[in-house]
């Protein structure tokens, strides 16, 4: 999905628990796609302290690219906390 996303030259956001995996994705496709803006967050989704960094975090990490985030691809479970905070900075994008 991250691929089709610059391929189409969309920002793209990518989250995962494995920062080593996370960073040698983020390097392919930086070199594969280097004038698509690609930023990336560590976290541990099963966590609610983590979850709470990556929500707070996000304001700052989307701050260059018009403060908005246009889709939400999620490909791990999801607890009813940040489902809900989601939710809400959704609805405000709209």
Same mark, same amino acid.
């Not at 610059?6 to 594969?32: F, M, S, W, Y």
């Not at 889709?71 to 940040?82: P, Q, R, S, Y």
């Given at each position: ?7 189409? +030259?969309?920002? @793209?956001?990518?989250? *995962?628990? +494995? +920062? ?15 004038? @698509? ?30 403060? @908005? ?7 791990? *479970? ?9 939710? @809400? ?6």
């Amino acid at each position: 999905m991250a691929r089709q996303l610059c391929a189409n +030259n969309r920002p @793209v956001i990518l989250i *995962g628990r +494995n +920062n080593q995996t996370l960073t040698h994705l983020v390097d392919e496709l930086t070199k594969d796609y280097p004038d @698509v803006p690609l930023l990336s967050h560590t976290c541990d989704l099963s966590s609610q302290a983590s979850q709470s960094l990556l929500l707070e975090g996000l304001g700052e990490m989307t701050q260059g690219h018009g403060n @908005v985030i246009d889709t939400v691809i999620l490909n791990a *479970g999801i607890n009813d906390f940040a489902y809900s905070r989601i939710k @809400v900075m959704i609805r405000s994008n709209r």
